[in-house]
């Protein structure tokens, strides 16, 4: 799965870029949304899945979000240990919003960027 991790990283970190701009906006529900993409894009990966739920525990602590921050704790434990077993839902955004276990349709940019990474390069 490591080609996966090398192959979807721009798609994620393009995604983490835009939450960090929109951070400096200070627009709050739109780095949400990038971080979400970020995630739907890279949960395949352990590396890229648990860091984004990482950043996920971080805009939920400066927002002072305590069931985002519970929520992603508890994420970053399922990330960490059950993505490799290839325990994660297709499509699921992250956030304490939605079940862990809820799968949610993927658009076609990120479904096509997942075939993509997902092909030996």
């Not at 200070?26 to 648990?50: C, I, P, W």
């Amino acid at each position: 799965m490591r080609k996966f991790t090398k192959n979807i990283a721009p798609h994620v970190n393009k995604e983490l870029g835009l939450a960090l701009k929109a951070r400096h906006r200070r627009d709050t529900a739109k780095e949400f949304t990038h971080l979400e993409n970020a995630h739907v894009l890279g949960q395949e990966s352990t590396y890229q899945h648990t860091k984004v739920h990482c950043l996920m525990l971080m805009w939920g602590i400066r927002q002072g979000d305590f069931r985002e921050i519970f929520g992603q704790v508890f994420r970053i434990i399922g990330a960490a240990t059950k993505t490799s077993l290839g325990l994660v839902p297709s499509g699921n955004t992250g956030g304490s919003n939605i079940s862990p276990f809820a799968t949610r349709p993927i658009s076609s940019s990120h479904a096509q960027a997942i075939i993509n990474a997902k092909k030996t390069r």
